[in-house]
């Protein structure tokens, strides 16, 4: 029985796909069919509505008159008739408008398949099709109403429907009418209360899929469940939605018979409800991702399910919650019956502890990942008899790995990034003749793991014991493994010195990483057996030397690491089959040969920064164009022009060719490179004028280094057009002219809700198996930051970067420059500028750090600086500035030589010149308004004064006294009697004061 379920399960999944083929199938060979003339017509009249592109096949072809033929139609094969039509529509390639009514006239249609579409609504007239029993229209941008003519559709077994526009529904009453039907999905649906209401689930319908909809509060009084509660549906799936705990119980009430029920990742208003309480046919319960609580008495209704065999609370954020009692709660009846348990990504807290009373005699699988729990194992657990596979990967479990001998059926053991300290003198985990899968990598473990520790594991197939620095692997020489290992992680974990030579026994490796292991050693020749079927190399952070083997690789997708090694001569051509490839930090010193005679390119990542490579770069791109994205030569010593070819590259983001001797011009082929996001072409001897294409082609660049080449000429204004850059460094190279104002049309440095906050590479790659990977890159450059060159790496992104120091710019610092809030950092440092810093320079509060030092900069410093609180680093140093310098805990904080060689500045921290109390000309500085920060020269103020009255007096006494005999003795006679008045009072006060005394 549980078996006829699961495939009941499977069927509902991939139920598109095989309703597909079973049309098909039964239809047979098409080749003799002949498309019926009145039908043929009513597919020309949908084209021409719903296809103006002409994607479905062309009619107008002669071969292609008979519609039979088109590759979107089916006929049946004995009568001609169309019975099914299928478009599925991609990115670029979708139907759209209106589904017309002229399909009415397919009066044998009875299967209609137009997913993702950009269909605008679903026409009356689809109540007319009467033969339909496949009807799917999903992903399609629809608006309005669902019409109640679907009602009509009484042999509709399987219907689909989603809308991108979440659509309004107001009742669903027609959904009861479909007495066929048994498949129903509906996306992206908005039910009011009396919509969700009127929903009645139709008589045969087993399998029920609701997700990302809003399904409101119900009256639960309203209706007793035997009235609208079926005894066919199986299947409930709740996903994603907006949903109150009354409407879960509306569906789980929907159905006497439930067997897999989905309610998982949905926004619940309120606790979860207890609804699940006598659902006894349940067997298959995903809760998983819930925002809702999950109470002791939910989890015990589900501890009482007697044929529940699978269980996932995963996700749930059980925080506070003990591992013990959640495993109390749900060893009712379902103990006995449960296989399979979700409970990773909650918090759980506690430990693991044995219980013989609650033991779970069937479960096989136990997912505890990701959680709290601590403490040691228990030295024998005998609560799971029949575990199969264990995780606990991600918790705070401590002391040795436990001895799981008491689960003898044990084939996977999960228990990396823990606190594991400690190893078994024998077996790691106990006799486990079963286990095909261990992991304890990002542990403690220490001690040394030999071939003892191994050989009761006779169907090992994947071993990890990565990130253990404290951990030695010591294999003998010529020992021979009882097992055939597929998957090898032992990076960190001192394998070395020598290579290790029993893994030439593995010849069905398909990962292999054995970096950071102290090898130092020659890879040997036996290394291509065990290579071509491999899957991820990694042996970077060792010491290999010598060149490297040529070793087949026969899989594409590959990724390949062997950077910070020593390796040196040529790169074999063979590694041109590794999509990521990392070859830095070596001694390499050609790469023509890799380059230029590989053949059946599919490198996407190629870095082989820090080597030795020299000459000219082999000018043989075109064979990387189609994947090539990330290309990273920085730090070696190529020379010469940088060749025509790389402008072949076509798909490539991230071009990394700095520190090198490069020479000449960028070549224009460049401007081909249109997805480019990183360019780094800094410290080199690139000369001629920054190409104006770099702004009006990169439209994407967000870091640009052009820093210390030769580059001469204005700053080209269409770099104004560069709205996503971070980073733009122009620095040291021969740079003139103004610097242009539009560089405030930066968008990323001037809206602080920019979404940018990495530079981060990305790319989808094709692999082998037909499966994809979403890579991510960082960009690493050498910037100066600060004051200092750093290298940076994983932060890059965050920076928000102007450098143009060291040129030959002139004019003025452009006001608008000040728009830009989010930059960090501003160098404009060793130029000819010239005028006053700009007044709003304040606005910069993101600003960490400001140089604008070795220029002719004159007039105050703006008070607004004082407001940049973030600011870490200044340098206003030989300029003209004058006037003090406003006070502000910032700026005083910074060292006095950020201000020297201005010999019109003065104030604190300039300690000195403040302290004696005069500038550095000598002038007598005012200290009587702190607030007035104007200035003049006090001394010869004073000066003045003096030399003023001597004159003055000496003109009044010559004129007054000297010459005119009237005034002479007119002047004589008053002093006389200003002489009398003081005598005669001075003497009263002195009497006056001898009689106090005498008294």
Same mark, same amino acid.
């Given at each position: 029985?549980?078996?006829?379920?699961?495939?009941?399960?499977?069927?509902?999944?991939?139920?598109?796909?095989?309703?597909?083929?079973?049309?098909?199938?039964?239809?047979?060979?098409?080749?003799?069919?002949?498309?019926?003339?009145?039908?043929?017509?009513?597919?020309?009249?949908?084209?021409?509505?719903?296809?103006?592109?002409?994607?479905?096949?062309?009619?107008?072809?002669?071969?292609?008159?008979?519609?039979?033929?088109?590759?979107?139609?089916?006929?049946?094969?004995?009568?001609?008739?169309?019975?099914?039509?299928?478009?599925?529509?991609?990115?670029?390639?979708?139907?759209?408008?209106?589904?017309?009514?002229?399909?009415?006239?397919?009066?044998?249609?009875?299967?209609?398949?137009?997913?993702?579409?950009?269909?605008?609504?679903?026409?009356?007239?689809?109540?007319?099709?009467?033969?339909?029993?496949?009807?799917?229209?999903?992903? &399609?941008?629809?608006?309005?109403?669902?019409?109640?003519?679907?009602?009509?559709?009484?042999?509709?077994?399987?219907?689909?429907?989603?809308?991108?526009?979440?659509?309004?529904?107001?009742?669903?009453?027609?959904?009861?009418?479909?007495?066929?039907?048994?498949?129903?999905?509906?996306?992206?649906?908005?039910?009011?209360?009396?919509?969700?209401?009127?929903?009645?689930?139709?008589?045969?319908?087993?399998?029920?899929?609701?997700?990302?909809?809003?399904?409101?509060?119900?009256?639960?009084?309203?209706?007793?469940?035997?009235?609208?509660?079926?005894?066919?549906?199986?299947?409930?799936?709740?996903?994603?939605?907006?949903?109150?705990?009354?409407?879960?119980?509306?569906?789980?009430?929907?159905?006497?018979?439930?067997?897999?029920?989905?309610?998982?990742?949905?926004?619940?208003?309120?606790?979860?409800?207890?609804?699940?309480?006598?659902?006894?046919?349940?067997?298959?319960?995903?809760?998983?991702?819930?925002?809702?609580?999950?109470?002791?008495?939910?989890?015990?209704?589900?501890?009482?399910?007697?044929?529940?065999f699978s269980l996932d609370l995963s996700g749930n954020n059980l925080s506070g919650t003990?591992?013990?009692?959640?495993?109390?709660?749900?060893?009712?009846?379902?103990?006995?019956?449960?296989?399979?348990?979700?409970?990773?990504?909650?918090?759980?807290?506690?430990?693991?502890?044995?219980?013989?009373?609650?033991?779970?005699?069937?479960?096989?699988?136990?997912?505890?990942?990701?959680?709290?729990?601590?403490?040691?194992?228990?030295?024998?657990?005998?609560?799971?008899?029949?575990?199969?596979?264990?995780?606990?990967?991600?918790?705070?479990?401590?002391?040795?790995?436990?001895?799981?001998?008491?689960?003898?059926?044990?084939?996977?053991?999960?228990?990396?990034?823990?606190?594991?300290?400690?190893?078994?003198?024998?077996?790691?985990?106990?006799?486990?003749?079963?286990?095909?899968?261990?992991?304890?990598?990002?542990?403690?473990?220490?001690?040394?793991?030999?071939?003892?520790?191994?050989?009761?594991?006779?169907?090992?197939?994947?071993?990890?014991f990565s990130y253990n620095s404290a951990l030695r692997l010591k294999f003998n020489s010529?020992?021979?493994?009882?097992?055939?290992?597929?998957?090898?992680?032992?990076?960190?974990?001192?394998?070395?010195?020598?290579?290790?030579?029993?893994?030439?026994?593995?010849?069905?490796?398909?990962?292999?990483?054995?970096?950071?292991?102290?090898?130092?050693?020659?890879?040997?020749?036996?290394?291509?057996?065990?290579?071509?079927?491999?899957?991820?190399?990694?042996?970077?952070?060792?010491?290999?030397?010598?060149?490297?083997?040529?070793?087949?690789?026969?899989?594409?997708?590959?990724?390949?690491?062997?950077?910070?090694?020593?390796?040196?001569?040529?790169?074999?051509?063979?590694?041109?089959?590794?999509?990521?490839?990392?070859?830095?930090?070596?001694?390499?010193?050609?790469?023509?040969?890799?380059?230029?005679?590989?053949?059946?390119?599919?490198?996407?990542?190629?870095?082989?920064?820090?080597?030795?490579?020299?000459?000219?770069?082999?000018?043989?791109?075109?064979?990387?164009?189609?994947?090539?994205?990330?290309?990273?030569?920085?730090?070696?010593?190529?020379?010469?022009?940088?060749?025509?070819?790389?402008?072949?590259?076509?798909?490539?983001?991230?071009?990394?060719?700095?520190?090198?001797?490069?020479?000449?011009?960028?070549?224009?082929?460049?401007? &081909?490179?249109?997805?480019?996001?990183?360019?780094?072409?800094?410290?080199?001897?690139?000369?001629?004028?920054?190409?104006?294409?770099?702004?009006?082609?990169?439209?994407?660049?967000?870091?640009?280094?052009?820093?210390?080449?030769?580059?001469?000429?204005?700053?080209?204004?269409?770099?104004?057009?560069?709205?996503?850059?971070?980073?733009?460094?122009?620095?040291? &190279?021969?740079?003139?002219?103004?610097?242009?104002?539009?560089?405030?049309?930066?968008?990323?440095?001037?809206?602080?809700?920019?979404?940018?906050?990495?530079?981060?590479?990305?790319?989808?790659?094709?692999?082998?198996?037909?499966?994809?990977?979403?890579?991510?890159?960082?960009?690493?450059?050498?910037?100066?930051?600060?004051?200092?060159?750093?290298?940076?790496?994983?932060?890059?992104?965050?920076?928000?970067?102007?450098?143009?120091?060291?040129?030959?710019?002139?004019?003025?610092?452009?006001?608008?420059?000040?728009?830009?809030?989010?930059?960090?950092?501003?160098?404009?440092?060793?130029?000819?500028?010239?005028?006053?810093?700009?007044?709003?320079?304040?606005?910069?509060?993101?600003?960490?750090?400001?140089?604008?030092?070795?220029?002719?900069?004159?007039?105050?410093?703006?008070?607004?600086?004082?407001?940049?609180?973030?600011?870490?680093?200044?340098?206003?140093?030989?300029?003209?500035?004058?006037?003090?310098?406003?006070?502000?805990?910032?700026?005083?904080?910074?060292?006095?030589?950020?201000?020297?060689?201005?010999?019109?500045?003065?104030?604190?921290?300039?300690?000195?010149?403040?302290?004696?109390?005069?500038?550095?000309?000598?002038?007598?500085?005012?200290?009587?308004?702190?607030?007035?920060?104007?200035?003049?020269?006090?001394?010869?103020?004073?000066?003045?004064?003096?030399?003023?009255?001597?004159?003055?007096?000496?003109?009044?006494?010559?004129?007054?006294?000297?010459?005119?005999?009237?005034?002479?003795?007119?002047?004589?006679?008053?002093?006389?009697?200003?002489?009398?008045?003081?005598?005669?009072?001075?003497?009263?006060?002195?009497?006056?004061?001898?009689?106090?005394?005498?008294?």
């Open positions: 029985m549980r078996i006829m379920r699961m495939i009941v399960l499977v069927v509902w999944l991939l139920f598109l796909l095989t309703t597909a083929a079973h049309v098909r199938c039964d239809d047979g060979d098409q080749q003799g069919s002949q498309c019926i003339e009145k039908e043929k017509e009513a597919l020309l009249s949908f084209k021409r509505v719903a296809d103006p592109g002409n994607l479905l096949s062309r009619a107008t072809n002669s071969s292609n008159q008979n519609c039979c033929n088109w590759e979107e139609i089916t006929c049946d094969n004995q009568t001609n008739h169309v019975v099914a039509i299928e478009y599925y529509g991609y990115y670029g390639a979708r139907l759209g408008g209106e589904i017309g009514c002229s399909l009415a006239e397919l009066h044998y249609l009875n299967h209609l398949s137009l997913i993702g579409n950009y269909f605008t609504r679903i026409p009356k007239c689809i109540g007319s099709f009467k033969h339909l029993t496949y009807l799917y229209l999903s992903v &399609n941008p629809s608006s309005g109403t669902i019409p109640p003519e679907l009602g009509n559709l009484t042999k509709l077994r399987y219907l689909h429907l989603s809308f991108n526009d979440s659509i309004h529904v107001d009742s669903i009453e027609w959904l009861s009418r479909l007495t066929s039907l048994k498949n129903f999905a509906l996306y992206d649906a908005n039910f009011t209360k009396a919509g969700l209401q009127s929903f009645r689930v139709p008589p045969f319908l087993s399998v029920l899929y609701l997700s990302n909809c809003l399904l409101p509060k119900v009256d639960l009084s309203s209706l007793s469940p035997s009235n609208y509660s079926s005894n066919f549906l199986e299947i409930l799936t709740l996903s994603y939605n907006s949903i109150h705990p009354t409407a879960i119980t509306w569906f789980l009430n929907s159905s006497n018979n439930l067997f897999g029920l989905t309610i998982s990742y949905n926004i619940i208003d309120g606790l979860f409800p207890d609804s699940i309480r006598g659902k006894k046919s349940l067997s298959e319960v995903n809760l998983r991702g819930n925002t809702a609580e999950l109470e002791n008495g939910v989890l015990k209704s589900l501890g009482n399910l007697s044929s529940m003990f591992l013990h009692n959640v495993l109390q709660n749900l060893a009712g009846s379902a103990k006995n019956s449960l296989e399979t348990l979700y409970l990773y990504d909650n918090q759980l807290s506690g430990s693991i502890l044995e219980d013989a009373e609650n033991t779970f005699p069937s479960l096989t699988w136990l997912d505890l990942a990701n959680n709290r729990l601590e403490g040691t194992f228990p030295s024998h657990l005998s609560r799971f008899p029949s575990l199969e596979i264990l995780s606990l990967l991600g918790n705070q479990l401590t002391g040795p790995l436990p001895d799981l001998s008491s689960m003898p059926n044990l084939t996977y053991f999960h228990a990396s990034n823990n606190r594991f300290n400690g190893t078994s003198t024998e077996s790691i985990i106990g006799g486990l003749s079963h286990l095909e899968f261990l992991d304890v990598s990002s542990n403690s473990l220490v001690g040394v793991i030999s071939e003892v520790n191994l050989i009761n594991y006779p169907k090992l197939a994947s071993l990890s010529n020992w021979v493994p009882p097992f055939q290992l597929q998957n090898i992680d032992l990076a960190s974990c001192k394998l070395g010195p020598q290579f290790p030579s029993w893994l030439q026994t593995h010849s069905q490796l398909s990962r292999l990483d054995i970096s950071d292991n102290d090898i130092s050693s020659v890879v040997p020749n036996w290394f291509s057996n065990i290579s071509s079927g491999l899957s991820y190399l990694n042996m970077s952070f060792n010491h290999l030397y010598s060149t490297l083997p040529h070793f087949p690789l026969i899989y594409f997708g590959i990724e390949v690491d062997l950077s910070f090694n020593q390796f040196h001569g040529s790169i074999p051509s063979s590694l041109s089959s590794a999509s990521y490839l990392y070859l830095s930090h070596n001694n390499f010193t050609s790469c023509s040969f890799f380059l230029c005679e590989a053949k059946d390119v599919v490198t996407g990542i190629l870095d082989m920064s820090n080597n030795q490579l020299f000459g000219s770069l082999p000018d043989c791109w075109g064979n990387f164009k189609s994947n090539l994205y990330f290309l990273k030569l920085d730090y070696n010593d190529f020379s010469r022009e940088i060749p025509s070819s790389i402008g072949s590259l076509t798909n490539i983001q991230s071009l990394q060719l700095g520190n090198n001797n490069f020479s000449g011009a960028l070549p224009s082929t460049l401007e &081909n490179c249109t997805s480019l996001r990183a360019l780094d072409f800094g410290w080199n001897s690139l000369e001629g004028t920054i190409p104006s294409w770099i702004g009006e082609r990169f439209a994407s660049l967000v870091f640009l280094n052009l820093k210390s080449n030769k580059f001469v000429g204005n700053i080209p204004l269409s770099l104004c057009h560069l709205s996503h850059i971070q980073i733009l460094d122009l620095s040291s &190279n021969g740079l003139s002219g103004v610097i242009p104002s539009c560089l405030a049309n930066f968008t990323s440095m001037v809206h602080s809700n920019y979404t940018s906050t990495e530079i981060l590479i990305e790319r989808t790659i094709s692999v082998a198996v037909s499966a994809t990977m979403e890579v991510g890159l960082w960009l690493s450059s050498q910037i100066i930051w600060k004051g200092l060159e750093y290298e940076y790496k994983s932060i890059l992104g965050l920076l928000r970067l102007i450098d143009l120091s060291s040129n030959k710019l002139t004019g003025e610092i452009p006001a608008e420059l000040t728009r830009l809030v989010e930059l960090a950092q501003l160098n404009l440092s060793r130029n000819e500028l010239s005028g006053d810093i700009p007044e709003k320079i304040g606005n910069l509060g993101k600003l960490e750090s400001l140089d604008l030092s070795h220029n002719k900069l004159s007039g105050k410093i703006p008070k607004s600086l004082a407001e940049l609180s973030l600011l870490n680093h200044l340098d206003l140093s030989n300029n003209q500035l004058s006037g003090k310098i406003p006070t502000s805990t910032q700026l005083q904080s910074f060292n006095a030589s950020a201000y020297t060689m201005n010999h019109g500045l003065f104030g604190p921290p300039l300690t000195d010149w403040h302290e004696s109390g005069t500038s550095p000309n000598g002038f007598l500085a005012s200290t009587h308004d702190q607030e007035d920060e104007t200035w003049f020269n006090l001394s010869w103020f004073y000066k003045g004064i003096g030399v003023g009255f001597t004159i003055g007096f000496c003109g009044v006494c010559i004129n007054f006294v000297i010459i005119n005999y009237y005034w002479r003795n007119s002047y004589f006679m008053f002093m006389h009697s200003v002489r009398n008045i003081l005598s005669k009072g001075l003497l009263r006060r002195k009497l006056a004061w001898i009689d106090r005394s005498l008294s």
